[in-house]
């Protein structure tokens, strides 16, 4: 059975920094890209980064350029997104999806982890 | 930037016809963005319906189907029932490894 399983949300002060993990299971994790995707409280989906499969090409939304890394280790089936100089819009639920093996869509979603960030 | 444009509600009677759209703002859909829908019930995690304009993800029943109608990507029930009641999001492949996602539609079946 394929999972994606978040963690490492919490509550952070603006301008702080948070790193999140996804740990997958029951597929060949090397042979997805994979994405983040948030959702603000009470809002809808937006796409935040994603990572080929290889890890060898990154991207990245505008509103998060330069302020968030996606990695991951293909050795440990696990995909990260490090999140530096966070502001209160950052808040919202993060959950990580697996492309489909053509990448255009997602196939399977985590059910997220809660970052909050607020003084 | 690009935008996609869904209905932000819809209110469908049981047993009813459901068509959500979604638009782009840069223009008319094709099947060259890719579009997809998933279903959202909240607090749960989103669930994929369809992918590749049209193309029914597995273990979606086949009241549920995708395509382009006119110039935006369509998303519809038939038979609508009580436990489609949820929301909706398109996303589209935008290329350069960027998706978007619409602002979602919240169906009410009544």
């Known amino acids: 059975e394929v999972q994606v399983v978040e963690s490492g949300g919490g509550l952070v002060q603006p301008g702080g920094s948070l790193r999140l993990s996804c740990a997958a299971s029951?597929?060949?994790?090397?042979?997805?890209?994979m994405s983040w995707v948030r959702q603000a409280p009470g809002k809808g989906l937006e796409w935040v980064s994603a990572i080929s499969a290889t890890g060898y090409s990154v991207y990245y939304a505008d509103s998060v350029k330069g302020r968030f890394t996606i990695s991951r280790d293909n050795s440990k089936n696990t995909l990260y997104l490090q999140m530096n100089n966070l502001r209160a819009d950052d808040t919202g639920v993060y959950s990580c999806?697996?492309?489909?093996?053509?990448?255009?869509?997602?196939?399977?979603w985590g059910q997220g982890t809660l970052v909050t960030v607020s003084s | 930037q690009t935008v996609l444009t869904q209905e932000p509600s819809f209110s469908a009677s049981p047993g009813g016809t459901v068509t959500l759209t979604c638009g782009l703002s840069s223009g008319s859909v094709s099947t060259n963005y890719y579009p997809s829908w998933y279903q959202q019930i909240p607090g749960q995690a989103p669930r994929t319906l369809i992918y590749?304009?049209?193309t029914r993800s597995s273990g979606v029943p086949d009241r549920f189907s995708g395509s382009i109608l006119g110039n935006k990507a369509a998303l519809t029930i038939t038979g609508a029932q009580a436990d489609d009641e949820s929301d909706y999001y398109c996303a589209m492949y935008m290329g350069s490894g960027i998706s978007i996602f619409g602002g979602g539609t919240k169906l009410t079946v009544l």
């Open positions: 590749n304009t049209n």
């Open positions: 999806a697996r492309h489909s093996t053509d990448w255009y869509s997602f196939d399977y």
């Open positions: 029951g597929f060949t994790f090397s042979s997805h890209g």
